[in-house]
């Protein structure tokens, strides 16, 4: 009866946690009890339990907890390339070019764009070479656009840069999250060990801890050896970080220099190379697509600083004035107009002539310069060097969420593998359950006989 009761139990225990994630359905395994040796020979002695197995497959787990950590991977990748996309407040389509359909980009997101202030900059230079077109009103507008354009240079790699810092902040928050990680194995290798130090095995925390290795392969990528009592041991990089039920190590982030956040182990101070997990992934859009972007963005910034003030510099105001830059600073952080012509527009240089009056020569230069190939930019005009930039922005954001996509179903093929051969059918318990319960009944029914018989053998004897 206590061996159909454990039967019983098991199934309810099933049941119990048909919904709980990372659950592993059990099996009672049964055995003939010892036979006994009797005048009449060899004779059976009943059931007992001879384990409750937790039906897994060890192989399918360690390809999903893989799968963690690629999906972990391109999902951070993703996320960093978004925050990117609307700090340079360009929103693109799948293809990579401005989407007038997508609802979230506005007449006034456009207009805002550093791309849309590119053009109007040169629209304006090219406005004051209209048949009189050379008025305060058109030389205010002109530097009021100037202005524009810097700001929006100056936001672009702002806002870059503060995606690259936030990347930082969050490669921080998952070194943590990694160290409660193992922090947590440890405890629970200790729990195991214990449990099954006098036989057995303890399933359910085995189930927690292949959930705690999935969440610790959504962060960072790691090898694990089996000891003999067990435990699991995590190493990443090469290095031990918990060793039986002691954490041998830890994570930390490090300033490998220039604000340029990476992983060692705490202790040891050895730098480690992350291949998957969200730590992976944030350090590669960092590093590759958005620096490179924060890179190009202030070439072309340089370039248009560069290319006005040369063409300005060869110009008079209506004084007969020259000598002042158009723009100041050298890149798109420190980026501005030249505060001398802010305050007054007559000193803007766009005449070739300090006494023809009405000659607007270099208005009419520097208007040109809109379409003017420029070497710095690989031969590019500024319009279309920006363009790429905004283009490859938008590749590589369609390649993370192709890849996210992509990944999420192989994710789920792997989850609906581990659901067939470990998750708990309703109906198969309830048979389960239903064959232990008559079991019990039959083995309550043979006590029962068994009773009546000693009462009748006992009454013989009175």
Not at 154 to 165: E, K
Request: no cysteine; aromatic share 4%.
């Amino acid at each position: 009866m206590a061996t159909q009761m454990a039967g019983v139990e098991t199934a309810g225990h099933n049941l119990a946690n048909v919904n709980t994630p990372g659950y592993s359905r059990q099996r009672v395994n049964l055995q003939a009890s010892t036979p006994l040796s009797s005048a009449a020979g060899v004779q059976g002695n009943g059931v007992q339990v001879a384990s409750i197995q937790r039906i897994v497959d060890d192989l399918l787990n360690g390809r999903i907890q893989s799968q963690a950590g690629v999906q972990a991977y391109w999902t951070a990748q993703q996320s960093a390339l978004q925050n990117a996309e609307t700090g340079l407040n360009e929103f693109l389509n799948s293809t990579g070019s401005t989407d007038a359909s997508n609802t979230t980009a506005t007449a006034t997101d456009a207009n805002a764009s550093l791309s849309a202030k590119l053009l109007d900059f040169f629209k304006t230079a090219r406005a004051l070479t209209n048949e009189g077109g050379d008025t305060t009103a058109n030389r205010e507008f002109f530097v009021k656009s100037a202005q524009s354009l810097a700001t929006a240079f100056n936001d672009a790699n702002s806002q870059l840069g503060a995606v690259r810092t936030s990347i930082n902040s969050a490669l921080a928050d998952d070194t943590a999250s990694a160290n409660s990680l193992l922090t947590k194995i440890a405890d629970l290798n200790g729990q195991i060990s214990d449990a099954e130090a006098a036989g057995g095995s303890a399933n359910d925390l085995r189930d927690q801890r292949d959930q705690t290795l999935q969440n610790l392969s959504k962060l960072v990528n790691f090898t694990t050896s089996t000891s003999a009592n067990g435990a699991v041991n995590i190493s990443v990089g090469g290095q031990t970080l918990v060793n039986g039920q002691s954490v041998s190590d830890t994570l930390q982030t490090y300033d490998a220099g220039g604000g340029q956040m990476l992983v060692r182990t705490a202790t040891g101070s050895v730098a480690l190379t992350v291949t998957s997990g969200s730590l992976a992934g944030e350090i590669a859009a960092r590093d590759t697509t958005l620096a490179d972007a924060q890179a190009k963005v202030d070439a072309l910034a340089t370039a248009v600083i560069t290319q006005v003030n040369a063409v300005h510099a060869t110009g008079f105001t209506a004084a007969g004035t020259t000598g002042n830059n158009f723009f100041t600073g050298t890149g798109a952080g420190t980026m501005a107009v030249n505060a001398a012509l802010v305050a007054d527009s007559s000193l803007v240089q766009i005449s070739g002539s300090p006494t023809a009056a009405g000659d607007v020569s270099v208005a009419l230069a520097l208007g040109q310069l809109s379409s003017a190939s420029q070497s710095a930019l690989g031969n590019q005009t500024f319009s279309q060097a920006y363009s790429k930039i905004v283009g490859n922005l938008g590749s590589d954001l369609k390649t993370a969420n192709d890849r996210v996509d992509s990944e999420a179903s192989v994710a789920a093929l792997l989850a609906a593998q581990r659901n067939s051969v470990s998750g708990v059918s309703t109906d198969e318990e309830m048979t389960t359950l239903l064959a232990f319960q008559r079991a019990y009944t039959a083995s309550a029914e043979l006590l029962k006989t068994v009773d009546q018989m000693i009462q009748t053998t006992l009454g013989l004897k009175s």
